[in-house]
């Protein structure tokens, strides 16, 4: 598919004066990590992830014609029952990005009314799970334009919007595992959405769990995407490119043969590289703070002495996202519990697995 396949062919509404759409889309977490992109939304490398299951986003998009016709966007938002202008200007950026592949937007007055099943300002980001719940909620509307388009078009599209709406969000509308990026060992990868990981996955893998233990809850410091723009100029980011290519062959070797030893490594590997490139960029930073760190020598530690396949991984914030099999879980939690929670703002924690994907209400 290239991004011709994406612009809309019937554009007439006439018959189109009204209606709702409301979607279930879940939050994803990368295993290797994109962190780096040019325009429009390409990432600089392939990146993969687990999509989560209880970390999701709601969203209710009503839509009815425009009294008078303008090619402002007419859009109001409402987050978890109050009125949000300050999303607006978000969204008011993916509406011009995506006009070209979806025009009726500019026909209709548009309410999005969303919420989150995670904590308000938990420090996990919404952005991905925000923006496919839209994406899909917008398809909704072109099928209704064009009911011939496949279920399998209708998904991709929702990627290919949502990518340009969040990158990370092209990786919200599949379960599982999902890679976004062309890769040459990946049959079908795309840099204009994410695929569902092609390959049969080693049983080691099945309801992979994620628990999330929420350091700190404050705003980010840094945007992703100024955290992005800055890999343009980042003295090591060819080298991070290549590896991060590297570790997708690897790890679509591990998925399959089910080697968690090798998962650990590679896994643990792309988040401390992650956050390696925020301290080596100019401007640098630091999302980590001091219980980040207590938290993953006690992970080391627990893996040392019980010869467990516990594991972490950090996105662009200070939370550690906690990865075991399935079959290690009640002692895993009871090591959370017992041990790490106290690290945690007001000792919060969200217990997650392996989803599957968006679903429509
Ligand atoms: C660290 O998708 O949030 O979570 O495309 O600018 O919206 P934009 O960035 P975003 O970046 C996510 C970065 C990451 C790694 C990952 O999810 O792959």
């Not at 990026?181 to 099945?206: A, Q, R, W």
Request: proline fraction near 4%.
């Amino acid at each position: 598919m290239t991004e011709k396949d994406f612009i809309l062919k019937n554009t007439e509404t006439s018959n189109l004066k009204n209606g709702s759409f409301s979607w279930q889309s879940p939050s994803n977490i990368a295993l290797v990590k994109y962190w780096g992109k040019s325009e429009p939304q390409i990432p600089k490398n392939t990146s993969i992830s687990f999509t989560l299951n209880n970390c999701h986003t709601t969203t209710t998009l009503k839509f009815s014609k425009k009294n008078k016709p303008s090619k402002e966007f007419s859009i109001e938002v409402i987050f978890e029952g109050e009125k949000k202008e300050g999303f607006k200007p978000k969204i008011v950026k993916f509406f011009e990005r995506i006009e070209k592949y979806v025009p009726f937007i500019t026909e209709y007055d548009f309410i999005i009314k969303t919420k989150n099943s995670f904590p308000h300002s938990s420090g996990i980001a919404s952005s991905a799970s925000g923006m496919s719940a839209l994406a899909l909620c917008l398809m909704n509307i072109q099928k209704e334009l064009n009911p011939e388009i496949s279920d399998g078009y209708f998904r991709q599209k929702a990627s290919f919007l949502a990518r340009l709406g969040s990158g990370s969000a092209a990786r919200s509308i599949e379960g599982g595992l999902v890679v976004w990026g062309e890769h040459k060992e990946i049959t079908e990868s795309s840099d204009l959405y994410g695929v569902t990981f092609p390959y049969n996955v080693h049983d080691n893998f099945n309801n992979y769990q994620d628990t999330i233990l929420l350091v700190d809850k404050g705003e980010k410091q840094v945007s992703s995407t100024i955290g992005h723009n800055l890999m343009h100029e980042h003295p090591f980011a060819k080298q991070r490119f290549a590896q991060a290519n590297e570790n997708i062959t690897q790890l679509s070797k591990i998925l399959q043969n089910g080697n968690l030893t090798a998962f650990i490594n590679l896994v643990e590997s792309e988040a401390l590289t992650l956050h390696a490139m925020m301290m080596t960029s100019n401007p640098y930073f630091i999302l980590m703070k001091p219980n980040t760190l207590k938290i993953i020598e006690k992970i080391w530690e627990y893996r040392q002495n019980n010869n467990s396949n516990i594991c972490f991984t950090l996105d662009a914030g200070a939370n550690v996202h906690v990865l075991f099999p399935e079959r290690e879980k009640e002692k895993v939690n009871t090591f959370i519990i017992n041990e790490l929670i106290a690290f945690c703002q007001n000792n919060q924690y969200i217990c997650d697995s392996v989803g599957n994907g968006a679903k429509q209400l």
